[in-house]
């Protein structure tokens, strides 16, 4: 089994500074990709940044420069540092692991529960 768990999230002003954190446990042989998304009522997820283990991360246009991903793959963890935050950015945010698991479990997608970030004018 996997569990994705995240940290973070909050309230901050227009122009503050958010760190989303998310560590990834259990029985897990290999993480290809880990990534951010987010989603607000009644719309669709939608990508805000994702790592491969090696690579490049990629991010979506409204957060570059001001969003940055990393990932410590000895921690199983991925990070997301958020400056510049606007109202905009007001969503809940969920981490995103596609992985392998261990004892020929295969790869599969999986999410942690989701953190809010609320962002104030």
């Known amino acids: 089994q996997v569990q994705l768990v995240e940290s973070g999230g909050g309230l901050v002003r227009a122009g503050g500074s958010l760190r989303l954190s998310c560590a990834a446990s259990?029985?897990?042989?290999?993480?290809?990709?880990m990534g951010w998304y987010r989603q607000a009522p009644g719309n669709q997820r939608e990508l805000v940044a994702k790592i491969p283990s090696v690579g490049s991360a990629n991010y979506a246009d409204s957060v570059k420069g001001r969003f940055t991903i990393s990932r410590d793959n000895a921690k199983n963890t991925v990070y997301l540092q958020m400056n510049s935050l606007n109202p905009e950015d007001t969503d809940v945010y969920y981490c995103?692991?596609?992985?392998?698991?261990?004892?020929?479990?295969?790869?599969?997608?999986?999410w942690g529960q989701g953190t809010q970030v609320t962002v104030s004018s």
């Open positions: 995103n692991a596609d992985l392998v698991t261990a004892n020929f479990g295969g790869r599969n997608e999986y």
């Open positions: 259990g029985n897990i042989f290999s993480i290809i990709t």
